[in-house]
């Protein structure tokens, strides 16, 4: 497909148990952005990757949670020993440019920790 | 410290009228400012964006103001239409930066 995807769109995990975040962005773009949003909350920023330039880790809640990005593409966010406050949907977005309006989000892998 | 606030969770207006949904900031770092419509299921989409050397930017039925002395912005649609109907965040980034800071969004509903 032509937009950003991520996989898999829904994850129920245990507390204490590790998980995996997928995304796969648009061709091209430089950028990627993560991004998680609470229940009746905002979009958290969590971490940025633009081209070969060290990311940009500054939201990252806790060293629980990392991510890289492989060959300049695909995107792995980790969250290690999960916790219930870790629940939440996760968005990964792209961009051709640094320009934040250049954005297109995924859908989301919906996160639920028991 | 939220830095981007959206402080009417809800909206209801009648199909046809307008819809005004507002922000407010409080980084005077930031420079550009977004709005992004997400429905259900799916990502949030880039709705229309304002610089700060602008006070308005207008993009069809949708039209951004910007207040940099009282750090306001907001989005005006008129004439409302049921598919407008969507959580709308307001987002604020300081130029090639990357990153955006949202609000935590305005749930609009048009009614028929």
């Known amino acids: 497909g032509a937009g950003v995807s991520q996989s898999p769109s829904n994850k129920v995990t245990e507390k204490g148990k590790d998980v995996e975040l997928r995304c796969d962005p648009i061709s091209g773009h430089t950028a990627l952005y993560w991004y998680r949003q609470s229940l009746g909350q905002g979009l958290e920023f969590l971490i940025y990757?633009?081209?070969?330039?060290?990311?940009?880790k500054s939201g990252l809640p806790s060293d629980r949670f990392s991510a890289e990005r492989t060959g300049g593409s695909v995107s792995t966010l980790t969250i290690q020993r999960t916790q219930q406050e870790d629940s939440a949907v996760y968005l990964c977005a792209s961009s051709p440019t640094q320009a934040a309006g250049d954005q297109f989000f995924g859908p989301g892998t919906r996160l639920t920790v028991l | 410290d939220q830095q981007v606030k959206q402080n009417s969770p809800s909206l209801s207006v009648q199909e046809g009228r307008i819809s005004i949904l507002n922000c407010d900031y409080t980084?005077?770092?930031?420079?550009?400012f977004l709005w992004y419509k997400k429905y259900p299921a799916e990502g949030p989409t880039f709705l229309i964006s304002i610089s700060s050397i602008k006070d308005k930017n207008e993009d069809g039925r949708f039209t951004v103001f910007l207040n940099k002395s009282a750090k306001h912005l907001s989005l005006h649609i008129v004439p409302s239409q049921p598919g407008d109907s969507a959580v709308y965040f307001c987002?604020?980034?300081?130029?090639?930066?990357?990153?955006?800071?949202f609000g935590d969004g305005t749930t609009l509903t048009v009614k028929p």
């Open positions: 980084n005077s770092m930031f420079d550009y």
């Open positions: 990757f633009q081209g070969n330039s060290a990311p940009d």
């Open positions: 987002a604020a980034s300081v130029t090639n930066a990357g990153k955006s800071t």
